[in-house]
């Protein structure tokens, strides 16, 4: 028997174990050395069947004590329902309800599950700081001047080098810098999609990515996506002679936290270079995972230059600076135009900074501490919602991001809760905002990337009362 097959049969068995509670949530497994025993096989066996549990989140390694099985595995709520494929419903936009969650965001008083960005306090601002100020001296022109269309070449670089995490292979040619993803995905779509075209979005996906795309007089197909493993391939192929483009989060999907598997984003990428369709694919989340590597993007397979790999340290590091970037493969030149026509340059302080933050390994060490406290939130947002939440409450199991999907009773209005929560000083994103049917009323958006403490370990407790209440 193969050392492959050897590797997996161990994992295979292991999974069972714990699928069927023989093994149970937070039971440590035996040492590596005892399950080398076991099944007389090499240590680099067990160690890759352990690999394997991990990048399915069904165990846990914790530092100087060994293996658990994982308490994000065992959970008595079900996944989030997937909605069928909608090709002519009637639009009901969600405008009145993203223009109102957004009047509440600078209120400090408030608990803000809504807003999808990570807390300032899990983000190195005196290193940022320091960074800014070396730059300052450093740069001739102390950041005053115009960059190159394509911009700064020192960010490119970082980012180039930073592909090698995924087996990508991009030089800094290959790279052009933004104003953040949003504005990677805004360029991506102006240069291969004209007013009139079709484009093929997740569901439910980001509202500002549906608001865009419609901003631009796009036509838009939801595709429904599950939330473990994303867009079905079947559905795809269903839509692929209406549409001019995709634009998919591969990797964690906001607001689900699916991650499409690597066959199947193979599969999307040789369908799509069959039909010439441009990928858009938004990889902002993908370095915040949770299992034991980063998952690939789309763009690790395409040979054709079809797949717009856009990224940004938005959701990783600093917000604020708007420093963002596509690969935008054979594309490249049309979208340096683009780019020149719109904005001519991007501003050089941030990009030298994000670039100085990169360059000596502070950026890897920083997203090292950034996944397991975002790992552990994870845990005890899932722990709280089980036990405070209703017993019908469905629940998505993310493998990395900061986003959870929650699905409630049919009877609940999020849109109505919504009103009531901000009663209470609580906020989250209610369901209706990532679609443009009329849909996901019953669900809402919680962002767990936010200083977990007794306010909110209270706020989320309270906002499953209310749920309760209106039931």
Request: proline residues 5%; contains cysteine; glycine residues 6%.
């Amino acid at each position: 028997m193969s050392k492959e097959i050897l590797y997996l049969k161990i994992a295979k068995i292991i999974e069972e174990q714990i699928a069927t509670g023989t093994l149970k949530t937070g039971e440590k497994l035996p040492s590596i050395r005892t399950v080398q025993k076991i099944y007389n096989v090499s240590i680099n066996t067990v160690k890759q069947a352990f690999l394997e549990l991990e990048s399915k989140s069904l165990i846990e390694s914790r530092p100087k004590s060994g293996y658990y099985v994982s308490r994000a595995f065992n959970t008595r709520l079900a996944l989030p329902s997937i909605n069928k494929l909608h090709l002519s419903d009637k639009e009901k936009t969600p405008e009145d309800l993203i223009g109102k969650v957004f009047n509440t965001l600078t209120n400090k008083d408030f608990t803000q599950f809504s807003l999808g960005v990570v807390d300032k306090s899990m983000l190195p601002i005196a290193k940022l700081n320091k960074g800014i100020i070396k730059v300052l001296r450093n740069l001739e022109d102390s950041g005053t001047g115009y960059e190159p269309a394509q911009g700064n070449i020192n960010l490119r670089r970082n980012i180039a080098k930073w592909s090698f995490t995924w087996d990508g292979h991009l030089t800094e040619d290959d790279i052009v810098t933004t104003f953040g993803a949003l504005n990677a995905l805004f360029y991506s779509l102006i240069t291969v999609t004209n007013p009139g075209d079709t484009v093929a979005i997740e569901s439910p996906v980001y509202f500002g990515i549906l608001q865009m795309i419609k901003s631009l007089g796009l036509n838009i197909i939801e595709l429904p996506t599950h939330p473990v493993t994303g867009v079905a391939i079947e559905d795809l192929k269903k839509v692929l002679p209406k549409i001019k483009a995709c634009c998919f989060v591969t990797n964690f999907n906001n607001p689900l936290g699916s991650c499409m598997p690597e066959e199947n984003k193979k599969e999307v990428v040789r369908l799509l270079t069959n039909h010439n369709i441009p990928l858009i694919e938004d990889d902002l989340y993908g370095d915040l995972f949770f299992g034991p590597s980063r998952p690939k993007p789309c763009k690790a397979f395409d040979e054709a230059g079809i797949v717009m790999w856009c990224g940004s340290v938005s959701k990783t590091l600093a917000p604020g600076y708007r420093v963002g970037w596509v690969s935008p493969g054979k594309f490249k030149e049309k979208m340096i135009r683009k780019k020149l026509l719109h904005t001519m340059s991007s501003p050089p302080l941030f990009q030298e900074v994000i670039a100085d933050f990169m360059e000596y390994g502070r950026y890897e060490h920083h997203l090292r501490g950034l996944r397991n406290t975002l790992y552990n939130n994870y845990l005890f947002f899932q722990r709280t919602i089980e036990e405070y939440f209703p017993e019908n409450t469905k629940i998505s199991k993310p493998q990395g991001g900061f986003v959870l999907w929650l699905e409630l009773d049919p009877k609940i209005d999020t849109a109505v809760l919504y009103d009531i929560a901000v009663q209470h000083k609580i906020g989250f994103a209610p369901g209706r905002m990532f679609t443009q049917h009329d849909q996901y009323n019953n669900c809402m958006r919680l962002n767990f990337a936010i200083k977990w403490d007794e306010k909110v370990e209270h706020s989320l407790k309270s906002l499953g009362t209310l749920i309760k209440q209106q039931l």
